[in-house]
């Protein structure tokens, strides 16, 4: 089962996941929304990979990309314009974004290609926002532990932060800026956690970086 078909039969396990561990969830998209707070009004951004819409109906974005039909089903209730593509070939005209969204990194058949394509999408000056989890860090680890044993990361690759940014550099993109959070193992966080700036400690990383 390739990890299209494992997304498409397990979308309720995959919503669960987020009703099981609410302060991880709600942590990350504060995490998030502090990128997004520094935006401009009014612009018009997509989230690629959006999945079933758990991040980003509650970060504003209104369309997106996901290659699954049973979660974009989920993300389309949810009040999300969904298109069917891959990170890697995005159904999309050049220099059409204000900004992108990926926080499902480690499900990309090729980080690289899809940075690549977040730059052809984005007007000159847009913006890549990126959340994932750092290899370096413990959740990452556990995950990587019990790989043969999890439905949804059997198949996944995590990034270390600094491959992230080579990768990001390597392409043109510039000013990277960082914060982080999920400061503890998955099972300790039991209330919502205050992001940092800066990465190496949290689990959960954010980068938000320029189009030139």
């Excluded at 209730?77 to 990926?102: C, M, S």
């Excluded at 990034?159 to 959070?181: C, I, P, S, W």
Aim: charged share 25%; proline share 3%.
């Amino acid at each position: 089962m390739n990890t299209l078909e494992l997304f498409d039969s397990h979308v309720e396990d995959y919503e669960a996941w987020y009703d099981n561990y609410p302060a991880v969830y709600e942590s990350e998209i504060n995490a998030l929304r502090e990128h997004f707070q520094k935006l401009p009004e009014n612009i018009r951004g997509i989230e690629v990979g959006l999945g079933t819409g758990r991040f980003a109906k509650p970060l504003g974005i209104k369309e997106g990309a996901e290659p699954s039909q049973a979660m974009a089903a989920v993300a389309t209730k949810r009040g999300i314009q969904v298109v069917d593509g891959v990170a890697e070939n995005l159904p999309y005209g050049d220099l059409q974004f204000d900004f992108v969204l990926f926080v499902t990194i480690c499900h990309f058949n090729n980080v690289k290609s899809a940075i690549e394509q977040a730059y052809r999408v984005l007007k000159h000056g847009g913006s890549l926002i990126i959340g994932f989890l750092d290899k370096d860090q413990a959740i990452a680890q556990q995950y990587i532990a019990k790989k043969q044993r999890s439905v949804f990361y059997r198949k996944a690759r995590f990034y270390r932060t600094a491959h992230v940014v080579k990768m990001l550099e390597d392409v043109g993109f510039k000013n990277l800026e960082f914060n982080q959070t999920l400061f503890d193992d998955l099972e300790k966080i039991g209330s919502p956690q205050i992001p940092k700036s800066g990465y190496g400690k949290g689990s959960f990383v954010v980068v938000k970086t320029t189009k030139r």
